[in-house]
C-alpha cells in the first residue's frame, strides 16, 4: 500500500499562522517599550490650572493691550567648561530684550527665567537676569544636558507683567 499524497498547498494555512504570531509578538514588544520608558512626566496641579483658564486669558489680553515687544536669545558659550573635561552641560547666556510699544527701552523691571528640559524632569533651573539698562536683561546658566529647553520668562513690575516661552537648541 501507498501512502496518500498531500494536496499541493497543504502549508498556506501556517502562513497566515505563521504572519499572525510574529505580529503579536511585534505588537508585544512595542507595549513593553511603551509601558517601561514612559518617564511619568504629568501636569502637576492639572485641575488648578484648567480652572484658571479664564484668569490666563484675561492677563494675555493685558499683555496683548501693553504693546510690549519681546525678544529672547539663548548662545551656547563656545569652549570648554570649568575643569577642562568635555561634557554633556553646556554653558549659555540668556538674554533679553523689552521694548514698548513705540519701540522704547523698558527698564526697571524683575526678569526671572525657567529654563526648562521638554522631555526630563529635574533639569529645570530659575535663573534671575540682571538689567543692564537699555532694556537690556541678560544672565548666564550652565545646563547639565545640550539639545532642547524651553525658556520661560515673566518680565514684571509694579504696573504690568508679561510672559514669554520659547524653545531653544544648545548644541
Known amino acids: 500500500m501507498s501512502?496518500?499524497?498531500?494536496?499541493?498547498?497543504?502549508?498556506?494555512?501556517?502562513?497566515?499562522?505563521?504572519?499572525?504570531?510574529v505580529v503579536v509578538a511585534i505588537n508585544g514588544i512595542?507595549?513593553?517599550?511603551?509601558?517601561?520608558?514612559?518617564?511619568?512626566?504629568?501636569?502637576?496641579?492639572?485641575?488648578?490650572?484648567?480652572?484658571?483658564?479664564?484668569?490666563?486669558?484675561a492677563e494675555a489680553q493685558r499683555e496683548k493691550e501693553l504693546g510690549w515687544h519681546l525678544a529672547l536669545t539663548v548662545t551656547p558659550r563656545l569652549g570648554q567648561l570649568a575643569g577642562g573635561k568635555a561634557s554633556s552641560q553646556v554653558a549659555a547666556d540668556v538674554a533679553l530684550s523689552v521694548q514698548d510699544?513705540?519701540?522704547?527701552?523698558?527698564?526697571?523691571?524683575?526678569?526671572?527665567?525657567?529654563?526648562?528640559?521638554?522631555?526630563?524632569?529635574?533639569?529645570?533651573?530659575?535663573?534671575?537676569l540682571a538689567d543692564h539698562g537699555g532694556g537690556h536683561y541678560d544672565a548666564g546658566a550652565v545646563l547639565p544636558l545640550r539639545g532642547q529647553w524651553d525658556v520661560l520668562i515673566v518680565a514684571s513690575r509694579s504696573d504690568a507683567r508679561v510672559h514669554l516661552r520659547q524653545r531653544a537648541f544648545l548644541p
Open 101 to 128: 510699544a513705540s519701540g522704547r527701552p523698558v527698564n526697571g523691571l524683575t526678569v526671572e527665567a525657567e529654563v526648562r528640559r521638554p522631555s526630563v524632569g529635574g533639569f529645570d533651573q530659575h535663573l534671575v
Open 30 to 57: 512595542m507595549v513593553y517599550i511603551a509601558v517601561t520608558t514612559f518617564s511619568g512626566l504629568a501636569t502637576e496641579d492639572a485641575y488648578d490650572k484648567g480652572v484658571a483658564y479664564n484668569q490666563q486669558i
Open 3 to 21: 501512502q496518500p499524497q498531500r494536496s499541493p498547498g497543504w502549508w498556506y494555512p501556517y502562513i497566515y499562522v505563521g504572519v499572525f504570531c
